[in-house]
């Protein structure tokens, strides 16, 4: 692990390019805090976006998409800059709530109430 926070985009691309990495993973695709930027530049020969974004980027840059049947079906593979990578079964297993962790800035989710306890998860409070 190689902590880049602080650095450029450019700054990262070149670590990666400099480190070796052969396959880039973009595990948030258009979505907050993503680093897009990093991407495009092309620092490593396979680039794949899994996770983040469930739909093409629309990228020449990216390679491939980690996806399933449902989300991304196969017949419409024409229709994707990348190439599909099929999983079995899903992608992604989350609901909206795990997704939206945000809504719990405050405290409070209007719909579901306050944010859960570590404890509630069966985490002490010095759990990693």
């Known amino acids: 692990f190689v902590e880049v926070e ?3 985009h450019v700054q990262i691309a070149e670590r990666i ?11 948030t695709g258009y979505t907050m805090s993503m680093m897009t930027q ?14 983040g974004f ?3 980027m629309g990228a020449e840059f990216i390679h491939y998409l980690v996806s399933d049947r449902l989300t991304s079906p ?3 593979a024409d229709q ?10 899903t992608y992604l297993t989350n609901d909206h709530r795990q997704s939206r962790r945000e809504v719990y800035v405050e405290g409070n989710d209007p719909e579901y109430g306050p944010a859960p306890t570590r404890a509630e998860f ?3 409070d010095d759990d990693v």
């Open 6 to 8: 602080g650095l450029s």
């Open 17 to 27: 390019k400099t480190d070796g990495i052969n396959i880039l993973i973009d595990l």
């Open 38 to 51: 990093v991407m495009a530049i092309g620092p490593a020969p396979v680039q794949v976006s899994f996770h």
């Open 54 to 56: 469930p739909g093409s």
């Open 74 to 76: 196969p017949e419409n």
């Open 80 to 89: 994707f800059t990348e190439r599909l990578i099929i999983v079995p079964h």
């Open 122 to 124: 069966g985490f002490s």
